[in-house]
């Protein structure tokens, strides 16, 4: 395997990493604090195209922020949101702190969850309609810890691995729980589905890797 490039702006660690599926080409890269690159791999010899600083998270300059998540539109190719462990996003009046890890709708390119690591008394998954940010489209809680990972389908099934290594999922639009979740399935480090719309993989610190299928609105290992 031969090194094509080297991105010499961000001398590590590289805490966020996304491709666009729309542009091969373009990948976006987030380092320690509110800086993000958008590199443009075709021009090997120029990787970093564009970088931003995302100041208006709200984080207090005496914070060490970090970013826990980034990601491109599923649709519009040159949308691209981030989440920071420290900052604060606000929507409407509703402030969410500790956010970690975030997920574009393939269904509305305007539909975007959210998740909180510490969710405390508010709601672990919040989904957001961006063009009416005064109220969430819809927000639920499982009554588990916070939520590290959220992989979306196109069936508009929303998946959450939970902290304690509990996994939920949400259908979205119907607004309703998918059943069959055990605590003992334990995905506490990431889960995301699969090419299948029925299949799904999780992350644990305890079992590795676990494939699980879902067949008539219930979930099996």
């Given amino acids: 395997m031969e090194l094509v ?7 590590g660690p590289v805490l966020g990493l996304s491709s666009n599926d729309l542009h091969p080409y373009w990948i976006a890269t987030a380092a320690p604090g509110e800086s993000i690159c958008v590199h443009d791999i075709s021009y090997p010899t120029e990787l970093c195209k564009l ?4 100041n208006d998270f709200g ?6 922020v970090q970013m826990t998540s980034l ?10 949101a981030a989440t920071s462990s420290k900052g604060t996003t606000t929507f409407g009046n509703t402030k969410v702190k500790s956010l970690s890890d975030l997920e574009f709708s393939w269904n509305n390119p305007m539909h975007l ?3 909180t690591a510490n969710n405390g008394t508010s709601a672990a998954v919040t989904v957001w309609d961006m063009r009416f940010s005064r109220t969430p489209y819809h927000e639920y809680s499982t009554g588990t810890s916070g939520v590290n990972c959220l992989s979306w389908n196109r069936s508009g099934q929303l998946l959450a691995s939970h902290t304690d290594g509990t996994i939920s999922c949400c259908d979205v639009y119907s607004k309703e729980m998918i059943q069959g979740l055990t605590r003992a399935w334990h995905g506490d480090l990431g889960v995301t589905w699969t090419h299948s719309e029925n299949a799904f993989a999780t992350l644990s610190s305890k079992y590795g890797v676990r494939l699980h299928e879902m067949s008539d609105q219930r979930i099996y290992p």
């Fill in 71 to 80: 990601k491109w539109n599923k649709i519009y190719p040159t949308a691209l």
């Fill in 113 to 115: 969850a959210v998740s």
């Fill in 51 to 54: 970088t931003c600083e995302l």
């Fill in 5 to 11: 490039a080297k991105c010499k702006i961000f001398q």
């Fill in 59 to 64: 984080s207090v300059k005496e914070e060490k």
